[in-house]
């Protein structure tokens, strides 16, 4: 092993009625990748929050260089050299994408006004490291979730720590801009950095990282181990105590079932132009394309969030105008998973209830409009326990929760509504593998009962392994489609084909 530059040495973290953390080691080493593993609530992000000084240990200690200290927020942290790119967005929407990768860095005085200029080519230097064409004046408001991310990235690599912590930075990346992010951070680890990688991506992991720390229910499965020798089934075991269950589903054909939704020549004000698209019941069409492709863009445009001012949209063969997002909801019904599940997925604020019961009050609602906890608990309670929501009642406040339980209130809303098109824009993000694997199931299982499937998503594997077919976008343009062989191989290398076609057009 290395020289070790961090280590949290048996601490502990409680909270009330909760052991969110027992008693956790890890050691990171200079120029090494690190990754931290663990099911949904196994106490990742309580340990980051403990590294950044977020929290306080209960118990234990943590070492930098080997001496005991103690941060008292997070700019302690920071001072300290440790820099962390969150899984939940830290920017600010209305500043600008230079402020907010140069923030720390570019505080004025009353006598030396900020140089907004010199803010905006420093933090272009990071968004080119990145790859990402994105004016730095542009508000971040403005850009989609994945940008934003790589804009969070670009914000932690701009202070130059020396402990660098990954929260599933490339959760709303394409395997593409992933790519260009991992050449990134082996240079980074060559040139000595320390870094903590967190995802449920274990393809990636396996990929990039020098040693692994499995957490399961607050408690090490495995401490600072090489991943030397360590295979995906072995790390699979690690987290949730067993072998993966891969499910073996054959290629379906729809061509003779009735379309549900149908798209002709759609054009929208966003740039979309000549867009024809078909559902059809009971089937699964994905949607893949890089950053930009305006794949979001075009599913807020059915849901009527953004208006289409071109060609038709027919649902079960009537043409239709969906004039808000109410309207596609309650009249249409049509289901939306929104990829950012904080600004549009949830309302934090209020119970796991009210969240996963939100899209069936009309329905459940009794006589004279009155609704009733246990009207609604009965519809979509079923669908929290199936998703494993870990929760200490129905009653707990939405925001208290770990990331990715939220994300599966956010899928459990949905399945409980019961519509006839479900939209699902990057349903896994920050879902456990286990958990991933039971959406999968759920969602071929609504599939199955006729309900029409759009599935966006950037995880290629999980593309192949629900879409019927596979429909690719460009730069807001349709570039083909493929009917799915479940050929990982030669789907991978069509889909590539099709992009790569289209941006070279």
């Not at 209960?58 to 942290?77: I, M, S, V």
């Not at 998503?457 to 460009?474: K, Q």
């Not at 062989?485 to 099709?498: K, V």
Request: proline letters at 4%; hydrophobic letters at 45%.
């Amino acid at each position: 092993m290395g020289e070790i530059v961090f280590e949290a040495r048996g601490v502990s973290k409680f909270f009330p009625g909760v052991k969110a953390l027992e008693n956790v080691s890890i050691k990171l080493t200079k120029g090494s990748i690190h990754a931290l593993l663990g099911e949904n609530g196994a106490g990742k992000s309580t340990l980051i929050k403990l590294i950044t000084g977020v929290y306080r240990p209960d118990e234990g200690e943590l070492l930098l260089d080997g001496k005991p200290t103690n941060f008292f927020g997070p700019r302690d942290a920071m001072a300290a050299g440790i820099g962390v790119v969150h899984q939940e967005r830290n920017l600010i929407p209305r500043f600008s994408v230079g402020e907010n990768i140069m923030l720390e860095q570019s505080a004025g005085s009353l006598f030396k006004p900020i140089d907004y200029r010199q803010i905006n080519a420093d933090a272009k230097k990071w968004l080119d490291m990145l790859g990402l064409d994105v004016d730095p004046s542009m508000r971040v408001s403005q850009l989609s979730v994945a940008k934003m991310q790589l804009v969070e990235i670009a914000k932690a690599l701009s202070l130059r720590s020396r402990v660098l912590l990954l929260d599933e930075p490339t959760a709303s990346l394409s395997p593409h801009e992933t790519i260009a992010l991992f050449a990134l951070l082996k240079k980074l680890r060559d040139e000595g950095v320390s870094m903590l990688f967190v995802s449920h991506k274990l393809e990636e992991v396996q990929s990039i990282c020098d040693s692994v720390t499995v957490l399961r229910d607050g408690h090490n499965a495995c401490e600072s181990r090489s991943m030397a020798g360590l295979g995906r089934q072995d790390l699979v075991k690690l987290m949730i105590g067993r072998s993966e269950q891969i499910p073996d589903w054959a290629a379906r054909d729809f061509a003779a079932a009735p379309p549900v939704l149908e798209l002709k020549d759609v054009a929208t004000p966003l740039g979309h132009q000549n867009i024809d698209l078909t559902v059809r019941k009971g089937e699964i069409v994905g949607l893949y394309g890089l950053i930009g492709a305006g794949r979001t863009e075009l599913a807020k445009s059915i849901m009527g969030l953004f208006p289409v001012n071109g060609g038709s949209v027919k649902l079960d063969g009537q043409a239709v105008t969906i004039g808000n997002v109410a309207d596609a909801i309650h009249t249409h019904r049509i289901g939306y998973v929104s990829e950012d599940r904080k600004q549009e997925g949830l309302i934090l604020m209020h119970t796991v209830l009210d969240n996963a019961g939100i899209a069936i009050w009309r329905r459940v609602a009794r006589k004279f409009g009155l609704l009733t906890d246990q009207s609604v608990r009965v519809t979509a309670e079923p669908f929290i326990r199936k998703l494993e929501v870990r929760t200490p009642s129905l009653n707990q406040i939405v925001g208290n929760l770990s990331g990715g339980n939220q994300q599966k209130i956010s899928v459990a809303k949905w399945l409980a509504a019961g519509v006839r098109l479900l939209i699902v824009d990057e349903p896994t993000v920050g879902i456990d593998i286990k958990t991933k694997a039971y959406l999968h199931e759920l969602l071929r299982d609504l599939s199955n009962s006729g309900t029409a499937i759009l599935l966006i998503t950037s995880d290629m594997p999980e593309m192949i392994t629900l879409a019927d077919r596979i429909v690719v976008m460009n730069d807001y343009r349709l570039a083909g489609e493929l009917h799915n062989t479940r050929d990982y191989a030669a789907m991978s290398e069509g889909i590539m084909h099709l992009i790569h076609r289209v941006a070279a057009a």
